[in-house]
T-cell receptor, first 114, second 116 residues
Framework: GDSVTQMEGPVTLSEEAFLTINCTYTATGYPSLFWYVQYPGEGLQLLLKATKADDKGSNKGFEATYRKETTSFHLEKGSVQVSDSAVYFCALDPHAGNNRKLIWGLGTSLAVNP | GAVVSQHPSWVICKSGTSVKIECRSLDFQATTMFWYRQFPKQSLMLMATSNEGSKATYEQGVEKDKFLINHASLTLSTLTVTSAHPEDSSFYIC????????????FGPGTRLTVT
């Protein structure tokens, strides 16, 4: 079945460091891909998304490109800030029916130190 | 963006009692809502899909008699944890896809349940 594999955390970086969080997927069709973020004590928020191959999602300095050839959707940011400390989830929508059940990675905790 | 609310945001109950958690879509109608449980190591577990006007669909391993789901209207789904035990203590999150926004999912802020 469809699945998402996300790099394990925790990831600890210094402010202004480069961030990459790897995400790969398996899917039988043409899924949409998402990155969600959960800040401490808050609910999940959509960070960015891509709906087809070669699309690049971007938001708040974060980027991820939908790579069908490598079945990947890695999250990157050139210069992280302390405020980026959060848990990041990669997710997939297989477009199977209309109920839009997402397939989730396990989440990667990011801590950015000043 | 769309807003999904949850109530209560936190609850403490005694072992053996039941607790009801509400999930509301505030500015859109949702024929489907999802209930998740989030474990301390942050992973999300989909518990069930709540379907307006029909029975919920439970994921494998989730006891439907313990976690009762009712989706009585297009804006409200409830999760009732029956005869709660300490191992049910967790963070429960709901989400709803908004058909008017390409089925983008919106999440409630979560409910922290502690069973003593």
């Amino acid at each position: 079945g469809d699945s998402v594999t996300q790099m394990e955390g925790p990831v600890t970086l210094s402010e202004e460091a480069f961030l990459t969080i790897n995400c790969t997927y398996t899917a039988t069709g043409y899924p949409s891909l998402f990155w969600y973020v959960q800040y401490p004590g808050e609910g999940l928020q959509l960070l960015l998304k891509a709906t087809k191959a070669d699309d690049k999602g971007s938001n708040k300095g974060f980027e991820a490109t939908y790579r069908k050839e490598t079945t990947s959707f890695h999250l990157e940011k050139g210069s992280v800030q302390v405020s980026d400390s959060a848990v990041y989830f990669c997710a997939l929508d297989p477009h199977a029916g209309n109920n839009r059940k997402l397939i989730w990675g396990l989440g990667t905790s990011l801590a950015v130190n000043p | 963006g769309a807003v999904v609310s949850q109530h209560p945001s936190w609850v403490i109950c005694k072992s053996g009692t039941s607790v009801k958690i509400e999930c509301r879509s505030l500015d859109f109608q949702a024929t489907t809502m999802f209930w998740y449980r989030q474990f301390p190591k942050q992973s999300l577990m989909l518990m069930a899909t709540s379907n307006e006007g029909s029975k919920a669909t439970y994921e494998q391993g989730v006891e439907k008699d313990k976690f009762l789901i009712n989706h009585a209207s297009l804006t409200l789904s409830t999760l009732t944890v029956t005869s709660a035990h300490p191992e049910d203590s967790s963070f429960y999150i709901c989400s709803a896809p908004d058909r008017g926004r390409s089925y983008e999912q919106y999440f409630g802020p979560g409910t922290r349940l502690t069973v003593t």
